[in-house]
């Protein structure tokens, strides 16, 4: 039996019906979808690469109008930075600051930043690879505020949830595959995210190059070099 995914049209790729809920990332979309919060003001979603962090931060900014904060703010002299702050942060409003890690603001900046929020009683969602206590702090009310974050973590996918993210994958590059060979995938293809979309792309590649039509056990087989 041939498997094939059916999504939304939209022309807006950062639908919440072509996103994939499994209990990996559940706890953090039912937080952007819907109106309950854990009685904080900061969040921060962990995930390694290609696991939906921007998906889902895009998500929220299309249907809670939630707004991106470009990280160029932190380059700022402290006197504009707390302007810039001002101006953009309205209270009761949503705001996304993506990847942390590679921002590194100076710690004075960043306790400022999250303590507005606080202030103006506005949400925060802050995206990063690493979790709240891989941060490493000097300021010791920095690292009180910090490390009290809520962390939604990403986690790695069951095969059931492989399943879905690499159908999803073949139908958006609209290859189709039977349901033997995506089972056989699942079981031995590991749950990180990096792995199930280099396989994908790897996969597209040799059907391309070999000019195969049909995806098969045995062309898996050739693409992971199993005998």
């Known amino acids: 039996m041939q498997l094939s995914f059916t999504f939304s049209n939209s022309i807006d790729v950062y639908d919440a ?8 990332n559940r706890d953090i979309f039912d ?15 962990t995930g390694p690469s290609k696991s939906g962090k921007t998906y889902i931060c895009n998500i929220w900014n299309k249907f809670k109008g939630a707004t991106f904060i470009n990280s160029n703010i932190f380059d700022l002299c402290i006197d504009n930075f707390i302007k810039e702050l001002n101006k953009l942060i309205l209270p009761e409003k949503k705001y996304i600051l993506e990847d942390l890690e ?69 139908t958006d590059k609209q290859l189709n595959i039977d349901s033997d060979t995506l089972n056989f995938i699942t079981r031995k293809i590991s749950g990180s995210y990096d792995v199930i979309f280099d396989f994908v792309d790897n996969l ?10 049909r995806i098969g056990i045995k062309n898996v087989r050739d693409i992971m070099n199993e005998k």
Do not use: C
């Open 17 to 24: 019906r072509n996103f994939i809920v499994h209990d990996g």
């Open 31 to 45: 937080f952007i979808t819907s109106t309950y919060f854990i009685n904080n003001n900061v969040y921060l979603l």
């Open 102 to 170: 590679k921002i590194n603001p100076k710690e004075e900046y960043l306790l400022y930043f999250l303590n507005f929020f606080a202030e103006k009683n506005a949400l925060l969602l802050i995206t990063s690879n690493k979790y709240v206590k891989e941060f490493e702090f000097f300021l010791p009310d920095l690292k009180s505020r910090f490390y009290n974050i809520f962390n939604f973590v990403l986690r790695d996918l069951n095969d059931d949830s492989k399943g879905q993210i690499i159908l999803k994958l073949l």
């Open 204 to 213: 597209e590649r040799f059907l391309q190059l070999n000019k195969i039509k």
